[in-house]
T-cell receptor, first 115, second 113 residues
Framework: NAGVTQTPKFRILKIGQSMTLQCTQDMNHNYMYWYRQDPGMGLKLIYYSVGAGITDKGEVPNGYNVSRSTTEDFPLRLELAAPSQTSVYFC??????????????FGNGTRLTVT | AQSVTQLGSHVSVSEGALVLLRCNYSSSVPPYLFWYVQYPNQGLQLLLKYTTGATLVKGINGFEAEFKKSETSFHLTKPSAHMSDAAEYFCAVSDPNTDKLIFGTGTRLQVFP
């Protein structure tokens, strides 16, 4: 019963480096989301996807890219890491967009530090 | 536009004491309201939700919340705190017509023996 799996758990990047945060779910959910969590700021939506091949921007997309080639996977790409991207990143998925009947399932997060 | 305000970034209670975590919302349409809990080094888990109907909703681990439209509030309560309740709690609101969740800034609950 894996649910939503995120890798890596921790990562330290130097300014200007790039990396991909991996997210995979085994629940056959169409909807997938990337959030970032900063202390005292709650969660902010970076990007989301409503199905394979379809992605869209959230509240804070600058500096990130995503792709959705399969239903299971939704990787988040940082091209030129900046200290402002130091955060905890959460991937989430849901069966449908109706929050009354389809809750979000979250991964355990990736803690990223950019120095 | 929707927003959520959680009063108090940190709340400390003794084991066995009442837990009260405050959440006020702003929404131009009848909202859906949620409480999520985040244990250390884990993702968020849904604790309870209000969508329509009964305004007092019960969740997991003995938590409940009451939707009060007149006060635009959705406070989370538990009659008797347990050490295992120590975690961060997030209130969230969504427009029933979209799937976007707006999260509050979170309240960290500490429980002392």
């Amino acid at each position: 019963n894996a649910g939503v799996t995120q890798t890596p758990k921790f990562r330290i990047l130097k300014i200007g480096q790039s990396m991909t945060l991996q997210c995979t779910q085994d629940m056959n959910h169409n909807y997938m989301y990337w959030y970032r969590q900063d202390p005292g700021m709650g969660l902010k939506l970076i990007y989301y996807s409503v199905g394979a091949g379809i992605t869209d921007k959230g509240e804070v997309p600058n500096g990130y890219n995503v792709s959705r080639s399969t239903t299971e996977d939704f990787p988040l790409r940082l091209e030129l890491a900046a200290p402002s991207q130091t955060s905890v990143y959460f991937c989430a998925s849901s069966y449908s967009r109706d929050r009354a009947y389809s809750p979000l399932h979250f991964g355990n997060g990736t803690r990223l530090t950019v120095t | 536009a929707q927003s959520v305000t959680q009063l108090g970034s940190h709340v400390s209670v003794s084991e066995g004491a009442l837990v009260l975590l405050r959440c006020n919302y702003s929404s131009s349409v009848p909202p859906y309201l949620f409480w999520y809990v985040q244990y250390p080094n884990q993702g968020l888990q849904l604790l309870l939700k209000y969508t329509t109907g009964a305004t007092l909703v019960k969740g997991i681990n003995g938590f409940e919340a009451e939707f009060k439209k007149s006060e635009t509030s959705f406070h989370l309560t538990k009659p008797s705190a347990h050490m295992s309740d120590a975690a961060e709690y997030f209130c969230a609101v969504s427009d029933p017509n979209t799937d976007k969740l707006i999260f509050g800034t979170g309240t960290r609950l500490q429980v002392f023996p």
